[in-house]
């Protein structure tokens, strides 16, 4: 391609990183409000900026050129930085505002987030928190990917471009069906779990890891046969006495609480939990909100589900 002849637009831009992430001009342009012939002028406009082919167009849908792949993450670091200035400028005079991309768990967020929002939204009348679900290790790429601006996860977070701040540590509960043998027992002793049965989640999920590292300690086996696709699964299956699980508390505060066919124990003297923290890309230029969310919700752990959670010690 020719020279590059003049600069970029932030429109350009933000057309380029839409079409890469959606791969469909079609669908590009109904979400960005364009005609086709517009947002293909626009991607055109920025190649004879750059002298570069960054998307190649097939029968499929589009693909990134290596030179597109190349520069994707850069573009969305100034699209991130220009998105910064202007929500900075405005919490200046008016508190933070815009939409931010949130991603969650699903075994926390929809638990969670139900104590939390409202009070976000109260403190932060002009923040829009766009939410999505993913597993941990899907939420950890697509954050540095730059899908989303900020995620609640468990932890561990291995990169070390992102910050990561720890949150609380949430305990998990012993369920077991309503006739099984350690139903009625006031207190469950952790030797007595040695050879039972756990059902846990399929293997994407972090929280399958967390559990199979508790019942190798405590000599039980997990299930392999019969894993489930989300908390809601777990519980139904050990209803029907396919076995054993641990779940999450918050999971277990708000969907079985009142539940005929479940039991739900601690166990005896062990401690059963999970860590969870708010993590964003080091260099958002929304660090000091990120932050600040992040110190709302350990406030709220620490105020309405002590019971649940314990706040964790920042590093």
């Not at 086709?36 to 004879?48: D, V």
């Not at 075994?107 to 009348?125: D, F, I, Q, S, W």
């Not at 900020?150 to 540590?169: I, N």
Request: aromatic fraction near 6%; glycine fraction near 6%; hydrophobic fraction near 40%.
């Amino acid at each position: 391609m020719a020279r590059p002849t003049s600069k970029p637009s932030l429109r350009q831009l933000e057309s380029f990183i839409a079409v890469a992430e959606s791969v469909s001009f079609r669908r590009t342009a109904a979400r960005l409000g364009l005609s086709q012939p517009t947002l293909s002028n626009q991607i055109a406009a920025l190649e004879r900026c750059l002298g570069l082919r960054l998307l190649e167009r097939g029968r499929p849908g589009s693909t990134l050129t290596p030179a597109g792949r190349e520069l994707l993450a850069s573009a969305r670091r100034v699209v991130e930085e220009y998105r910064g200035f202007i929500d900075g400028a405005e919490s200046m005079t008016r508190g933070p505002t815009g939409t931010h991309r949130l991603g969650v768990t699903p075994t926390l967020g929809p638990y969670l987030l139900p104590h939390v929002l409202p009070e976000v939204h109260r403190k932060y009348a002009a923040l829009k928190l766009y939410v999505r679900e993913s597993a941990p290790r899907e939420l950890e790429t697509a954050l540095a990917g730059g899908e989303h601006d900020v995620v609640l996860t468990a932890l561990p977070v291995e990169s070390d471009m992102l910050t990561v701040l720890p949150l609380f540590r949430e305990h998990l509960r012993l369920v077991v069906a309503a006739d099984h043998r350690l139903a009625d027992q006031r207190q469950v002793a952790p030797s007595e779990l040695a050879g039972e049965a756990v059902l846990t989640l399929e293997e994407h999920h972090l929280f399958r890891w967390q559990v199979e590292r508790l019942c190798d300690s405590l000599g039980a086996h997990v299930l392999r046969d019969f894993e489930g696709t989300s908390l809601d699964t777990l519980r139904h299956m050990v209803a029907m006495g396919m076995g054993i699980s641990f779940l999450p508390a918050f999971y277990v505060a708000s969907e079985i609480r009142d539940a005929r066919d479940l039991v739900v124990k601690t166990l005896d003297g062990e401690e059963m939990h999970r860590d969870h923290a708010l993590v964003w890309r080091s260099t958002s230029p929304n660090s000091s909100l990120y932050r600040s969310l992040g110190e709302d919700v350990r406030r709220i752990v620490r105020a309405k589900l002590r019971s649940l959670a314990v706040v964790m010690p920042l590093r």
